[in-house]
């Protein structure tokens, strides 16, 4: 098994990589897709939009465990006191950057009048949320996780707005919603922590498999199974596991969509039994070693912020370029003054076919590997401090 680059796990890398390359696909379509089309909506959506979105549920669910994974590996020869140290401080840097290189790659403005915690913000609180686990023995870690996933479905009767005044630290731990409106500024929290920093902390378990275990390929295979079998049986049963339970609908093939429509925000039970058992099955198909076919995925996957953060500005740059060469002007791209017109105000018409959303997806991910390819060289060749942190 081809693992070690600089104390990194090369079928960790490879699956982040693929991930991340899935994850532009649903960026593109946030930019360049039909305005108001929601993929999840079983009154309008259609099969291939919805596979479309699907598909990229694989995403977030598999960084957040991979980088609690991340996390129990960089322990390396550093002290526990040191590596929670360097947790605190990457997480802390994921937030900064969420608050201000990630908001204007989204919006192009800095008018601040519409902010989303996003993504990098749940990531830099789990990993601060580690820095503190790590004191704890690894299997005690991993249950607090897998208690988090399991259990925090029981908390979703529990409305922000119930809540008076603490509304937004809900709104922030679980349920989904707005932190802070003002006439000028509206903050909302899109990616609660809970159960998110739950999926970081299985992960940290995770991470032990590739030091200790010698057994990892038959426990990720009868994880992977187990999880997935998991989801079907408890979908079935539609009685726990998540807020919307499936039904028949007008054809087959949407009645097979509803079984699938889980709950991303948070996300479900049953959303991350349905996503972490692909994930567990793959890190098994590929801990033999990378195929030749997938050695870009391992170049992507050894700079991922750096991947995060530039291809959302290319998306958004080609969006700007192609909205000046169909009106004349792009004044559009750069406007989001409230949720509506969020993360731009759509000019009149805009959105391009799915078969056009893939031909710019496909050119946004050929276009980022030279750029990650140097910088994946860079870092093998430079031990640069700062360069841990992007």
Same mark, same amino acid.
């Given at each position: 098994?081809? %693992?070690? /680059?600089?104390?990194?796990? %090369?079928?960790?890398?490879?699956?982040?990589?693929?991930?991340?390359?899935?994850?532009?696909?649903?960026?593109?379509?946030?930019? +360049?897709?039909?305005?108001?089309?929601?993929?999840?909506? !079983?009154?309008?959506?259609?099969?291939?939009?919805?596979?479309?979105?699907?598909?990229? &549920?694989?995403?977030?669910?598999?960084?957040?465990?991979?980088?609690?994974?991340?996390?129990?590996?960089?322990?390396?020869?550093?002290?526990?006191?040191?590596?929670?140290?360097?947790?605190?401080?990457?997480?802390?840097?994921?937030?900064?950057? %969420?608050?201000?290189?990630?908001?204007?790659?989204?919006?192009?403005?800095?008018?601040?009048?519409?902010?989303?915690?996003?993504?990098?913000?749940?990531?830099?609180?789990?990993?601060?949320?580690? *820095?503190?686990?790590? +004191?704890?023995?690894?299997?005690?870690?991993?249950?607090?996780?897998?208690?988090?996933?399991?259990?925090?479905?029981?908390?979703?009767?529990?409305?922000?707005? *119930?809540?008076? *005044?603490?509304?937004?630290?809900?709104?922030?731990?679980?349920?989904?919603?707005?932190?802070?409106?003002?006439?000028? &500024?509206?903050?909302?929290?899109?990616?609660? #922590?809970?159960? =998110?920093?739950?999926?970081?902390?299985?992960?940290?378990?995770?991470?032990?498999?590739?030091?200790?275990?010698?057994?990892?390929?038959?426990?990720?295979?009868?994880?992977?199974?187990?999880?997935?079998?998991?989801?079907?049986?408890?979908?079935?049963?539609?009685?726990?596991?998540?807020?919307?339970?499936?039904?028949?609908?007008?054809?087959?093939?949407?009645?097979?969509?509803?079984?699938?429509?889980?709950?991303?925000?948070?996300?479900?039970?049953?959303?991350?039994?349905?996503?972490?058992?692909?994930?567990?099955?793959?890190?098994?198909?590929?801990?033999?070693?990378?195929?030749?076919?997938?050695?870009?995925?391992?170049?992507?996957?050894?700079?991922?912020?750096?991947? +995060?953060? +530039? &291809?959302?500005?290319?998306? &958004?740059?080609?969006?700007?370029?192609?909205?000046?060469?169909?009106?004349? %002007?792009?004044?559009? !791209?750069?406007?989001?003054?409230?949720?509506?017109?969020?993360?731009?105000?759509?000019?009149?018409?805009?959105?391009?076919?799915?078969?056009?959303? /893939?031909?710019?997806?496909? *050119?946004?991910?050929?276009?980022?590997?030279?750029?990650?390819?140097?910088?994946?060289?860079?870092?093998?060749?430079?031990?640069?401090? =700062? #360069?841990? /942190?992007?």
């Amino acid at each position: 098994m081809k %693992e070690i /680059y600089r104390g990194r796990v %090369e079928s960790i890398d490879v699956l982040r990589g693929l991930v991340m390359i899935l994850m532009a696909l649903d960026h593109t379509r946030d930019y +360049f897709g039909t305005t108001g089309a929601n993929p999840t909506d !079983m009154a309008s959506t259609t099969v291939p939009l919805f596979l479309t979105r699907w598909i990229t &549920h694989l995403c977030a669910p598999t960084f957040f465990l991979l980088t609690g994974a991340g996390g129990y590996l960089a322990r390396g020869r550093r002290t526990t006191a040191q590596l929670s140290w360097l947790l605190l401080t990457r997480g802390l840097w994921l937030i900064v950057l %969420e608050l201000t290189v990630m908001r204007f790659a989204l919006q192009f403005n800095i008018d601040y009048r519409v902010t989303m915690l996003l993504v990098i913000w749940a990531l830099g609180w789990s990993m601060i949320t580690l *820095s503190g686990l790590v +004191f704890l023995p690894t299997w005690a870690v991993f249950a607090f996780g897998v208690l988090m996933i399991c259990g925090h479905d029981l908390l979703y009767p529990i409305r922000a707005v *119930s809540l008076g *005044s603490l509304a937004p630290i809900w709104a922030i731990l679980h349920a989904p919603g707005i932190v802070l409106a003002t006439p000028a &500024h509206v903050i909302v929290a899109g990616y609660p #922590l809970i159960p =998110w920093v739950g999926v970081a902390a299985a992960g940290y378990g995770l991470g032990a498999l590739y030091r200790t275990d010698s057994n990892r390929r038959r426990i990720l295979l009868s994880a992977g199974v187990a999880l997935t079998l998991a989801f079907i049986v408890f979908r079935l049963l539609n009685i726990y596991g998540d807020p919307a339970p499936w039904g028949l609908q007008r054809s087959w093939r949407l009645t097979a969509v509803s079984f699938l429509n889980v709950t991303k925000y948070p996300p479900s039970l049953l959303f991350l039994l349905m996503t972490l058992g692909p994930a567990a099955l793959l890190l098994w198909l590929l801990d033999t070693g990378t195929p030749r076919l997938l050695r870009p995925a391992l170049t992507y996957g050894r700079v991922p912020l750096f991947y +995060f953060l +530039f &291809h959302f500005m290319l998306i &958004h740059l080609l969006a700007v370029v192609a909205c000046y060469l169909r009106y004349g %002007e792009a004044h559009w !791209m750069f406007q989001s003054p409230n949720l509506a017109a969020y993360p731009f105000t759509p000019p009149p018409g805009w959105g391009f076919s799915l078969s056009v959303v /893939y031909a710019i997806w496909i *050119s946004v991910v050929a276009l980022m590997y030279p750029l990650c390819r140097w910088y994946a060289s860079l870092k093998a060749r430079r031990t640069d401090w =700062w #360069l841990s /942190y992007l």
